[in-house]
């Protein structure tokens, strides 16, 4: 479908190649561990990772900083499960996952098998809300850092997805117009309304199990991606 059409491929790391919830929920557990926090995990969980997603969506519309998303995350869903524990753990909680985060490298099921598939047909790039300090040890620890070329986060284009300032930058810097790109992720909202809005091809990787829709083309499985290119 945009074989003739495409020469640059954009994705999306988190939720789209990265495992987030997989690696995150290791990440807790290691720093549960380290700490002394004593909450069985999966209770933890099914509170902390929609709240998670919720404060992210407070964060791209820029309704809370960096260090609110941070502390309210964890804030938030330690009050809903009724356990105390105090401002200055939060603290250091939130310092500990960032740091811990990056070391886990779970990727995907075929994330290896379509990298090599594209990357001797098109430019590879990722562009990604994720904290600059943690996204490229995230691509290292993985072993996925090189496949991309181009590598566009939000504190470097100082806005985040959807907002068209940040696909332009990756476009600029891929030296590529937006009708030969293609953009690849999970999220309906910040990667495919913002890539198409300025133009660009989508698909969504539907990995949150989201109602069907007619926007773009929908895959379950990154294997899927073959069908189009």
């Not at 997989?22 to 069985?40: G, M, R, Y």
């Not at 105390?84 to 290896?112: M, R, W």
Request: aromatic share 12%.
């Amino acid at each position: 479908m945009y074989k003739s059409i495409v020469t640059d491929i954009f994705f999306d790391l988190d939720h789209t190649l990265w495992d987030f919830e997989k690696n995150s929920a290791l990440t807790f557990q290691e720093i549960f561990n380290t700490n002394q926090i004593d909450v069985p995990l999966s209770e933890f969980l099914e509170v902390y990772v929609p709240t998670n997603l919720a404060y992210w969506k407070l964060y791209r519309e820029e309704r809370v900083t960096k260090s609110e998303l941070c502390y309210e995350r964890l804030r938030k869903t330690f009050d809903t499960i009724n356990m105390l524990v105090s401002d200055e753990q939060i603290h250091l909680l939130s310092e500990a996952y960032i740091k811990c985060l990056s070391s886990f490298n779970h990727v995907f099921p075929g994330t290896f098998e379509i990298l090599d598939y594209l990357r001797d047909n098109y430019r590879l790039h990722i562009i990604t809300n994720g904290f600059e300090e943690v996204q490229e040890k995230k691509m290292i620890q993985s072993n996925i850092r090189h496949y991309f070329d181009v590598i566009v986060n939000s504190e470097m284009a100082g806005v985040k997805k959807p907002n068209p300032k940040i696909f332009k930058m990756a476009l600029n810097q891929a030296r590529v117009s937006p009708d030969k790109a293609l953009m690849i992720g999970d999220s309906l909202e910040a990667d495919i309304l913002g890539a198409k809005n300025v133009g660009i091809h989508v698909i969504h990787f539907n990995s949150h199990q989201e109602p069907k829709h007619e926007i773009c083309e929908i895959i379950d499985h990154l294997d899927e991606i073959k069908s189009f290119l």
